[in-house]
């Protein structure tokens, strides 16, 4: 990881695009590989779960995004009604930042990222 | 180079000097799907009809998306004018003509064509063939480059499918159908010669894997290569002998045929040919894997061959998606 500056942002100091790519594959080998949350993503195609694990990831990394909490609601809407609750969200999280410890991010970006995780449960969670 | 032209279905955008293709489109209010603008996400994704695009701008896409000069449109400064597609491209079709039909067990036929045009295509591809009526069906290639103009399918009968109850029925020597371009990701390239190939198929799913394999092996792979096919019962599965004739001609190549509802003869493995697969090569990292045939075989072993290391990179498929989910 490089010198973190001032001015970088969290995506830049974290590594970018090139750190989403390393991240998604050690992530979604995670997730799916956890039985307390792997049915949410049955009826899914791989490809497409995956590049909605960069959007997922690029977003947890203060990344560029144009998601609002709306489209947020309506992305997990279905899964809302499949039971999503606060135990799936928390599932997530260990996942997230299992995967950031593993790439050895520093600590306090870790942090930063749970939390901007974090800010959007009740938009995922549909409340 | 200041100003090129970006052409997407009759409609011309100019992109100016420092501006990606996704910034001039989105500016003359083309409504195109796009996400992170980072060339993360892949939403943004187009395809070039003319010209190859920018390398830079075609970073982290599989290399079959590359070859078919599809890119990021965020990530596209254009070095000079393109003619881009959102979706896919027209289809075209050559005339072709049936000059072969052949049982290969009693569900399957063997159907040879002659094209026209030869086609440009890669192993494992599939085609749609279209009858005089217009009706439409993708069959997959099962011969590899070598005959490009004389190109063999393996059309397993539905009972009450409308194309392929015809095929078998109907369908006579010397007729001709319409063959469209050659399309799909599911193929081989011959890039990576020492890599080792995991091929799973259940049904007529044999027939873009033994196109694959005998493109492999004549390009000369060096990988060893592991062909699973399986089917209910032993009348599902064809082409024993020929199989287990190359694996004894090719060191490299090994052939496992699976039954999942009866009782295995000898020689055979009782099971479902993704599960035998999986317990007899557990460790996938660094292997390229094709899955054809059956849309839940090959979603399952999908997700098995990714979770036992696969990159999603490597992982090829064809789902042989039919209107009811009947064919295994
Ligand atoms: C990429 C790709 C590659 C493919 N490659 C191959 C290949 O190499 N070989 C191959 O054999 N197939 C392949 N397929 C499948 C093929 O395209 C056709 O879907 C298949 O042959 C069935 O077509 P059909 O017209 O005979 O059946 P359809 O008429 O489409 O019917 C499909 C099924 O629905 C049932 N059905 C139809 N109407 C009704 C009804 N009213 N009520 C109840 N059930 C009904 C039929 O009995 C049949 O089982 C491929 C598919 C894809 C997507
Ligand atoms: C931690 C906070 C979360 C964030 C920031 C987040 C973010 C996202 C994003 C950006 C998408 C893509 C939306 C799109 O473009 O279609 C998405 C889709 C999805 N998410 Fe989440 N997610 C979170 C939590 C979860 C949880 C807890 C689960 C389930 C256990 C989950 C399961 C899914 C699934 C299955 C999809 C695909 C939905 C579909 O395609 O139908 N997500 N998520
Ligand atoms: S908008 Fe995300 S890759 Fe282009």
Known sequence: ?127 | MALTKILLDEHETVCHEGETVLEALLRDNVDIPFSCKQGACQSCMVRSLDVPPPAHAQKGLKDVLCKQNHFLACLCYPEQDMSITLGHQPEYFTEGTVIAKELLNPETVLLTIQCKDALDYYAGQFVNLKRADGLIRSYSISNSRRHAEKLTFHIRRLAGGKFSEWVHQELNIGDTIAVSDPQGLCYYLPDKMEQSLLLIGTGSGLAPLAGIIHEALEEGHSGPIHLYHGSRDVDGLYWIDEMRELADKYENFHYTPCVSRSDAPEGVAQGRANDIAMVNIPDLKGWRVYLCGHPDMVNQAKRMAYLNGASLQDIYSDAFHVASPTLD
């Open chain 1, 1 to 127: 990881m490089s010198e973190a500056t001032p001015n970088q942002s969290l995506f830049e100091q974290i590594g970018g695009e090139a750190a989403v790519n390393a991240a998604v594959d050690i992530f979604y080998r995670k997730v799916l590989a956890d039985h307390r949350i792997n049915r949410f993503f049955d009826n899914v195609d791989m490809e497409q779960q995956a590049a909605k694990q960069k959007a997922f990831l690029t977003m947890a990394f203060g990344g560029p995004n144009n998601y609002t909490g709306a489209d947020m609601r309506n992305a997990h809407s279905r899964l809302v009604k499949m039971g999503l609750d606060d135990s799936h969200f928390d599932a997530v999280m260990e996942h997230l930042g299992g995967t950031l410890k593993e790439l050895n991010v520093p600590d306090n970006l870790i942090t930063q990222v749970a939390s901007i995780a974090e800010s959007t449960r009740n938009d995922v969670l549909g409340r």
